[in-house]
């Protein structure tokens, strides 16, 4: 049996959350050259917009798609078989 964890300082935790909410400032108004700060009111505005955009459930609308155009063949050259592509989503 096999488990993930994950640990996180409070640095750590911060600068996920800067990034995550810079993400979101570039997406959704097309901002670019973003401040990443540590402190003060830009850390906490990005720690409440983080917050914020993950409560919304805006983030579970982008669905990603995985293109598949192979499938695992042991008698294959490499073990693998070219096959039509298709998208799976989750």
Do not use: C
């Not at 096999?2 to 600068?15: A, G, I, K, V």
């Not at 402190?39 to 914020?52: E, K, M, V």
């Not at 042991?74 to 693998?80: D, L, R, T, Y």
């Amino acid at each position: 049996m096999s488990f993930t964890t994950e640990h996180m300082t409070d640095e750590l935790r911060n600068t996920y959350a800067v990034n995550y909410a810079n993400g979101v400032l570039r997406g959704a108004l097309g901002l670019q050259s973003l401040a990443r700060p540590t402190s003060g009111a830009g850390l906490y505005g990005r720690l409440a917009l983080t917050a914020a955009h993950k409560l919304s459930g805006l983030q579970k609308r982008r669905k990603s798609g995985f293109k598949i155009d192979f499938k695992v063949d042991p008698a294959a050259p490499f073990s693998v078989q070219d096959i039509p592509a298709f998208e799976l989503r989750k």
